[in-house]
């Protein structure tokens, strides 16, 4: 599931490329005990019981036998064991590790008998474009050229960044200071230099800079240039600013918006003729040269399609969508200096100190809880022992759960001797990661008609919910713990209360206790905006999104196999497949009685 971004989802936003994905990985191993950097290497387990797995007695490596037709909990680890394997790297979107999860996808679809869905008769498309800054991009004041990345630093404002070749500099104060700012007028047609502010120890406050801030503040200047390279730590450069940045492909051309580039003291300086701290905002300063070009190319990242036909021909030309994204956050760069970690500290210090992993707030462990922070690692070390180092978002459950779910209903179906009336779309995005890119280019491009598509089931981080999970909050803010049988709804009662209906009276076979606490306008999480399904829902599409809800794993190292529930697992797949076989007998299709949100406006939060 993606992070808890907070932005609107339209198309003129995701155009708009995001942080680096170099850098992505590195940023969520903050307030963790590390080490040097170096990959896990694991021992292979020869063989393994054939009974229903534990969630605290699984091995490090797994290899299953063949998978079967019927769904089960022996299948699904011996999927997941595959899929989000150290091999894989993470799967992050825009690298050849998710090409290589694609090709698992796509053998086993191939295997099972799937159709092609995707382009070109196919079972692939490829939504993602990667831009690159051109290394032809330069900068000058008079006669001083200034060189790229040491003296200045572009960061990507999409296709419409303005052009800024012989424009004046004017001083906009600092980063911190709203109320000393300039005027907006006076930003107009401008570069803006900005000074970097202090945060409340007196430092230089460079990680506090918000680009999406600034660029609105003096959305009317030809660019904005802030003085944060002298500041930033050795290597930051390379591994935060000089990497790709991904956009969608066939999006529209963003809106106009300024240039953005980091430049060093000395290039603030000269762009404005006077010291920095001489500076008076408003004060005119010289006439820059410059032009900053990126390079497009296009992304190994894939979704995957799959059609099953139905067995109506007069049903047949429509469709119940089930989508998981099969893309995850990877392995830091290298070169980005992200070291690696040590696994068990890690899991221990996030049970303790942030039980949701990546959604909990970032603080400091207390003194009480350093001391069980030890205790638990100790513990943790002795089950496998001693420590191991780990570099790798290997995403078991976010969301390779998802995805081996899908393709263990994809199976069951494949081998059902009565297949639904309706036919069965399955597509696994890519891109989720990056804002759900990989399905708003299927929703924007699909390859069978829209409006015949008749709901959407979303299955996105399904593995845990256990007692032991906090798997969400309520919109108050109360911790939510998972428990036998737990699964998370939100948006099946928010276009057809027909559709909602039916997915609880499916329940009444399944007997899951279904939670839709965090399906409410106005909640701080936000779920109904933060996976694929949103982008079918845009369309007036009705939408299901199936989740256990996040845990200390999420969106850490330590989301690996062993630590999934595959009973649980196993359970939410079979009422999935019963959701999407009835949905698919149904003599009409899920009438909607909901206003439904509109393609491109900001998400209902």
């Known amino acids: 599931m993606k992070p808890n971004a907070r932005i609107p989802f339209s198309r003129s936003n995701v155009q708009v490329s995001m942080r680096p994905i170099t850098v992505v990985a590195r940023q969520l191993l903050c307030g963790v005990f590390t080490a040097g950097c170096i990959g896990t ?127 004046v500099a004017v001083f906009g104060g600092t980063t911190k200071d709203s109320i000393a700012r300039i005027p907006i007028s006076s930003a107009e047609g401008r570069i803006v230099v900005l000074a970097l502010g202090k945060d409340s120890l007196g430092a230089p406050d460079w990680d506090g800079v918000n680009r999406a801030v600034l660029s609105a503040r003096f959305a009317g200047a030809r660019a904005i240039a802030v003085a944060q390279l002298d500041a930033v730590p050795a290597g930051y450069v390379d591994g935060a600013y000089r990497g790709e940045y991904a956009i969608v492909r066939g999006t529209v051309p963003s809106l106009a918006r300024p240039n953005y580039f980091y430049v060093t003291n000395n ?64 392995r830091p760069d290298e070169r980005d200096g992200s070291p690696a970690v040590d696994h068990d500290s890690v899991r221990a210090f996030n049970i303790i100190v942030r039980p949701r992993g990546g959604e909990s707030p970032r603080r400091p462990a207390s003194g009480d809880e350093v001391q069980r922070i030890r205790r638990l690692t100790d513990s943790l070390r002795a089950r496998h022992g001693g420590s191991r180092r780990d570099s790798i978002f290997n995403g078991a459950d976010d969301d390779g759960s998802g995805t081996v779910t899908l393709l263990e209903i994809a199976e069951a179906f494949a081998a059902a001797k009565v297949k639904p009336s309706r036919s069965l779309l399955f597509v696994w995005h890519t891109g989720e990661e990056l804002g759900m890119f990989g399905s708003q280019y299927f929703t924007d491009h699909p390859t069978v008609a829209r409006d015949s598509i008749v709901a959407q089931l979303n299955v996105d981080m399904v593995g845990r919910g256990t007692a032991a999970d906090v798997t969400g909050v309520t919109k108050d803010g109360a911790p939510i713990r998972g428990g036998p049988g737990y699964l998370q709804v939100i948006g099946s009662r928010r276009m057809s209360s027909e559709f909602g209906e039916l997915v609880a009276q499916v329940n009444v076979q399944s007997g899951l206790r279904l939670d839709y606490t965090t399906d409410v306008i106005g909640h701080p999480q936000t779920p109904y905006c933060r996976s694929d399904h949103f982008m079918y829902a845009r369309y007036g599409i009705p939408v299901a999104f199936f989740t256990t809800g996040v845990h200390a794993d999420y969106h850490q190292v330590t989301d690996e196999p062993q630590y999934i529930n595959y009973d649980g697992m196993a359970k939410v797949a079979r009422f999935i497949y019963a959701v999407a076989d009835r949905v698919g007998r149904l003599d009409h299709r899920p009438r909607v009685d909901i206003a439904p949100t509109q393609a491109n406006s900001e998400c209902p939060r």
């Open 41 to 167: 290497m694991m021992t292979p387990v020869a063989a393994f019981a054939q009974r229903s797995p534990g969630p605290t007695e699984l091995p490090l490596t797994f290899s299953g036998k063949p998978t079967k037709a019927a769904i089960s909990a022996a299948d699904l680890m011996t999927r997941l064991y595959i899929f989000a394997a150290d091999s894989m790297l993470g799967r992050r979107a825009a690298s050849e590790s998710n090409r290589k999860g694609t090709t698992y996808i796509e053998r086993e679809i191939r295997r099972m008998g799937l159709l092609p869905g995707g382009d070109d008769g196919t079972y692939l498309q490829s939504p993602i474009l990667l831009r690159d800054v051109d290394s032809t991009s330069w900068l000058r004041v008079g006669e001083r050229r200034f060189m790229l990345w040491s003296d200045f630093a572009p960061r990507d404002q999409g296709t419409g960044a303005r052009e800024f070749d012989g424009s």
């Open 267 to 330: 290039v603030a300086e000269q762009m404005l003729g006077v010291r920095l701290d001489d500076a008076s905002p408003g004060a005119i300063g010289r006439t820059v040269r410059g032009k900053i070009s990126f390079t497009e190319r296009r992304a190994p990242a894939r979704n995957v399609i799959g059609i099953l036909p139905g067995s109506d021909a007069r049903l047949r030309g429509e469709y119940v969508a089930l989508g998981a994204h099969n893309d995850h956050i990877g």
